[in-house]
């Protein structure tokens, strides 16, 4: 009983720690259905799928330094109260711009929670069972991305509205857990939060999302595209400029003068803008064009989940003691071969194309991923530890968010191509009701003699889409695999250099 107690604090961190990594990537199964129920477009689509990770990105380093000063325990408690009440939101969401708020609720709860759960295994765990407590934690973050779509297809065959009530119960579990078990603690003489810095790089990083969403929708000369990225890059260059002048700074820029950091936040950002944000497309070609339910959708990407768990394991306990470098640029390759054999897709294709692409990119994300925060602290003075696990988490989100949305404008492009040299009328637009899941509907609106043509061109043009879609995340893995193995050359994760000054960083 008294070896049980220990881990319920544990089992409090993981429980939300599992919740609010799954819902990165749950929806993207039930992005059809809501695109049906909701009538909507895949502007608003992608904003329910990038404004959670925009929030992850933008408000974890902020968090965790309110977590300091306030308790960690106490802000732990503040999420996932949010991230309930956020849920329930979405779930009761009438019209997409209700839900994409709410999931921007949703998103600064999961940053709040995100931002406190090291430092609570930290100070709650000692010696052995400290480094038990980060393994368990490695393999639940590990798996909980992977698992979404799976846990959403299951999930959405009752209807979408239940992929955010599952919350509900499971942050009650979490809530009631905390209160009897986590105990509260603070960092004496913490600073206050850098809330120029939060508010600049949320402004900058929002910029260009949302820049990157209309250039999709719009055209890259559209206005109302070029002004929120120009916007965006402007926003970020203060950002960068006002962190060097603060003495308690959201992020220390300075820490990119470290050669082996730089490479980690790079890969960390390519890891998820390759091997996750091309799953919103594959679902959307998998249920509109493939024929499949949500349930069946989500079974294809058993080979991703589960490879990447057994891989992630196995990884994290026999390559800890091992430079960085080579696995995590080695598990970007992967990640990157695996996107180009889904590339081989085209109009005559089903499920069965993407299972070796998919195991293959399970593989490479199960070696990255365990090293990913370890690798980052050995890279930076022992005192800039807690800023630099933030700043992994930072970059993977912003990876996704970022992700999703560049791949928006490469899929409207691939798929309008073939519609144009079919002669099709406004190829650009049905493009877009393409990437919104609107297959299905197209083809049920043309005269019936001709629906049958009309689907097997929209299969191939969606196809077309996809197969792009997978090359520039198959190049962005094999460009980030390179660029780690050059560039991080710290030691093994475990020894971290000695406590100096950011500033001379210089590896």
Do not use: H
Request: net charge positive.
């Amino acid at each position: 009983m008294v070896a049980m107690r220990k881990w319920l604090p544990l089992v409090a961190i993981c429980t939300g720690t599992f919740m609010l990594l799954v819902d990165v990537t749950i929806v993207n199964v039930a992005l059809p259905d809501m695109a049906t129920d909701l009538d909507t477009s895949f502007g608003q689509l992608q904003w329910v799928v990038d404004v959670y990770a925009l929030a992850l990105a933008a408000l974890v380093l902020g968090a965790g330094s309110l977590a300091d000063l306030y308790g960690r325990r106490r802000l732990y408690l503040i999420g996932l109260v949010l991230f309930a009440l956020a849920s329930l939101a979405c779930g009761l969401a009438p019209d997409a711009g209700s839900l994409v708020a709410a999931r921007g609720a949703q998103g600064i709860g999961g940053a709040i929670m995100f931002a406190t759960t090291i430092a609570l295994i930290n100070t709650g765990y000692e010696g052995r069972d400290r480094g038990t407590a980060f393994g368990i934690w490695g393999a639940v973050s590990g798996a909980a991305a992977a698992i979404g779509p799976i846990l959403g297809g299951a999930l959405t065959e009752l209807s979408w509205r239940w992929i955010f009530y599952v919350n509900l119960p499971f942050c009650v579990l979490a809530v009631v857990l905390t209160l009897r078990a986590v105990a509260e603690t603070r960092q004496p003489g913490a600073p206050r939060p850098d809330l120029p810095g939060i508010g600049l790089f949320t402004l900058g990083a929002g910029g260009l999302v949302f820049g990157l969403v209309r250039a999709a929708a719009d055209g890259w000369d559209a206005p109302a595209a070029w002004a929120p990225l120009a916007g965006g890059l402007l926003a970020l260059a203060v950002w960068v400029l006002v962190e060097l002048r603060r003495r308690a700074p959201m992020l220390d820029v300075r820490l990119f003068g470290s050669r082996s950091f730089t490479g980690i936040m790079i890969g960390s950002l390519l890891l998820n803008a390759s091997a996750f944000a091309s799953l919103v497309f594959t679902s959307l070609w998998l249920q509109s064009v493939g024929g499949l339910s949500p349930l069946q959708t989500g079974l294809v990407f058993v080979p991703l989940s589960l490879v990447s768990f057994v891989v992630a394991a196995a990884a994290g306990r026999a390559l800890q003691a091992r430079p960085p470098g080579p696995v995590i640029g080695g598990g970007l390759l992967l990640v990157g071969a695996g996107s180009l054999l889904m590339a081989l897709v085209d109009g005559d294709s089903t499920w069965r194309v993407l299972v070796a692409g998919l195991a293959v990119l399970g593989a490479g994300v199960g070696l990255a991923t365990p090293l990913l925060a370890s690798a980052a602290l050995a890279a930076v003075p022992r005192e800039r530890s807690g800023m630099a696990s933030g700043a992994v988490n930072t970059a993977r989100q912003l990876g996704f968010a970022l992700g999703v949305a560049v791949l928006g404008s490469v899929f409207t492009a691939g798929a309008a191509a073939p519609l144009r040299d079919a002669g099709a009328p406004d190829p650009g637009g049905t493009a877009t009701a393409l990437s919104a899941g609107q297959a299905g509907r197209i083809v049920g609106a043309a005269p019936p003699a001709e629906r049958g043509a009309l689907a097997d061109l929209l299969g191939g043009a969606y196809a077309d889409g996809l197969r792009d879609v997978f090359l520039v995340c198959g190049a962005a893995g094999v460009v980030g695999g390179v660029l780690v193995l050059l560039l991080v050359r710290a030691a093994a994760p475990g020894q971290a250099p000695a406590a100096r000054p950011a500033a001379a960083a210089t590896r």
